[in-house]
């Protein structure tokens, strides 16, 4: 069944990929103004202090920037931005300071801004520190998503490795997890595989509508 599943995972990764490839930019860029202005409406992303946002492709996904800039702005928010450890291929989240601060990161893999290690001669604060307070809520980028909330990421696991290792850390809690979607990135039920270390979102946003998890 396993093997199945990854087989159906990277056949549905592809196609979907192909889709998003050709989506024109401007196309992209009004369905990621539409999600924009939905996140910032939300009650759960204006009421959250400390908040992740992933630093997005120049194409293909959800663009971010605008979001980075309004929580970058918000003097009641904290920042925070992945960052993958080439060493052991493992995913940190490190604090973004100032838009200065951000537009200063340079181009990486697949031209996505990259933090750089230190901010003013001081190392980057990360989500794990002793003195950083508890992460409340992190966008999530992926490449399809389910209305049954399943996400499809690129296959690296760095998001779900997190959150269990997150989640699992000494007094902190699961972050509430916020998925950005392309309307060609959300499918039906139950068409995204899933296995048992993956895990589902807390809320879908797209460019017309807003799902979420029924409540337990």
């Known amino acids: 069944m396993s093997i ?29 103004q539409a999600i924009t202005a939905k996140v910032l409406s939300l009650p759960a992303f204006q009421q959250c202090k400390t908040v992740s946002c992933y630093l997005s492709m120049p194409a293909a996904e959800v663009q971010t920037t605008s979001l980075i800039l309004n929580v970058l702005g918000d003097l009641g928010k904290t920042l925070f931005v992945p960052s993958i450890t080439s060493s052991d291929g493992s995913m940190d989240f490190v604090r973004v300071y100032t838009e200065e601060d951000y537009r200063s990161f340079p181009s990486g893999l697949w031209g996505i801004p990259e933090p750089t290690p230190e901010w003013s001669s001081k190392k980057r604060q990360s989500v794990f520190d002793a003195d950083c307070d508890n992460l409340d809520l992190i966008l999530v980028p992926g490449v399809a998503f389910d209305r049954s909330l399943s996400r499809l990421g690129h296959g690296k696991g760095y998001y779900d490795r997190f959150i269990t290792s997150y989640s699992s850390s000494t007094g902190r809690s699961k972050p509430l997890l916020v998925a950005l979607a392309l309307e060609q990135q959300l499918l039906e039920h139950g068409q995204v595989p899933m296995f048992d270390h993956d895990w589902k979102m807390d809320m879908i946003i797209a460019p017309d509508r807003v799902i979420i998890a029924p409540q337990a």
């Open 4 to 32: 199945l599943q990854s087989t159906n995972k990277r056949a549905l990764r592809k196609a979907i990929t192909t889709t998003l490839r050709e989506l024109s930019q401007s196309d992209i860029q009004s369905q990621s």
